[in-house]
């Protein structure tokens, strides 16, 4: 992702096992982050990240932290292969005989790929936010429901809790969607989505593109690792800060569920206006610091992934695969499919050579 040429399927599977990676290793505090959000004034549950994170894990578990994971886990790939493979063809068209792409070209670049790659953010982060913030909603319940009976009794007898409410999995959560609004049920706060990550995008890839160049010993060199690692925890970090006022309103946009005395929104202006009415502008800020620490990690270990290559060396294991038939400079952007149709077949050739080995050990 740095300097050296890399080509697009390689870039792909990059893409996706950093973020299998990344998603594994932070999403407690994207989780801690979502909470936090969502939580208003007047129904405050937690106090910052670590006393949700402790709270979580003494109501929920250890992996009380990881409700939503599969979800990320699943469509993190995808997410990643469009926003890749957009970014590099947005920046192919956008430059003129292999020059320097100018700022404005490259913020282009970054729009192009943010816009894309909310067709599969949008649902990703619908029914994620769902299962994260389930548990805020119960914990919630249950601290009413203690305060109204000690309340009733005087404080002087125990409190014997309502049975939890059995928990919806994604797959519900998105047939119920399906049945109930069709496919924009999958897509509520898709607006809000887009002006996350857009200037998200806008933001990142110049800033990292530039803070990366600083570490260049010589025109055309390659910067070194730790170079490119930096850049991208502090252009991810950066862009994450920057749109969070979007990602609170997103995230209470999203949210299915409303705990008792919590508003309701109508749309993205009517949401940053109760916010600011009820809650002043400081709530625009929530989660903030846990943004940043989930963002820099996870274009770190980007980072890390790409300098060593993962991606190269799985590919170098298939027959006949060369990498540079796949590079947008050495072949035509517009027709990827029937670039990427060698791999398919190779891959499909594999396939069933191993069906056809199977059967002979059978016989």
């Not at 007898?157 to 999995?169: E, F, H, K, L, Y």
């Not at 990366?212 to 850049?231: D, I, K, M, T």
């Not at 770190?300 to 790409?306: C, D, E, L, R």
Request: include cysteine.
């Amino acid at each position: 992702m740095a300097d050296k040429q890399i080509s697009l399927p390689a870039k792909l599977i990059n893409g996706g096992i950093a973020g299998l990676i990344g998603v594994t290793c932070v999403f407690p505090i994207d989780l801690a982050k979502t909470r936090l959000q969502n939580q208003q004034n007047g129904q405050r549950i937690y106090t910052s990240m670590s006393d949700c994170l402790i709270k979580t894990i003494r109501s929920e578990g250890y992996f009380g932290m990881y409700r939503g994971a599969a979800v990320n886990l699943t469509l993190v790939t995808p997410e990643k292969a469009i926003k890749l493979a957009a970014n590099d063809y947005f920046r192919h068209h956008l430059s003129k005989d292999g020059q320097k792409l100018t700022l404005l070209k490259e913020m282009l670049a970054g729009c192009g790929a943010g816009t894309c790659q909310v067709i599969v953010t949008t649902p990703m982060e619908m029914l994620k936010i769902q299962l994260q913030d389930a548990g805020r909603l119960e914990a919630q319940k249950k601290m009413l429901e203690t305060q109204a009976h000690l309340s009733a009794q005087g404080g002087a007898q125990s409190v014997v809790g309502s049975a939890a409410p059995a928990r919806p999995t994604a797959t519900q959560l998105t047939r119920e969607l399906l049945r109930s609004k069709g496919i924009a049920g999958l897509y509520k706060g898709l607006g809000a989505t887009l002006l996350r990550d857009v200037p998200f995008s806008i933001v990142y890839f110049p800033l990292f593109a530039n803070l990366n160049q600083l570490g260049h010993s010589e025109p055309g060199a390659r910067s070194p690792f730790y170079v490119s690692f930096l850049a991208g925890c502090v252009a991810g970090s950066t862009a994450a800060v920057a749109v969070n006022p979007c990602d609170v309103v997103k995230t209470r946009l999203q949210s299915l569920q409303r705990g008792v005395n919590e508003d309701t929104y109508s749309g993205f202006l009517d949401c940053a206006r109760k916010i600011l009415r009820h809650e002043g502008p400081s709530a625009f800020l929530k989660g903030a610091y846990c943004r940043a620490l989930v963002i820099a990690p996870l274009f770190g270990i980007a980072q890390v992934v790409y300098f060593v290559g993962i991606g190269e060396a799985l590919l170098g294991l298939l027959p006949g695969f060369h990498s540079g038939s796949f590079h947008w400079k050495l072949c035509p952007p517009i027709p990827v499919v029937s670039n990427i149709l060698p791999l398919t077949n190779v891959f499909l050739q594999f396939v069933g050579d191993q069906q056809l080995l199977l059967r002979l050990k059978k016989s």
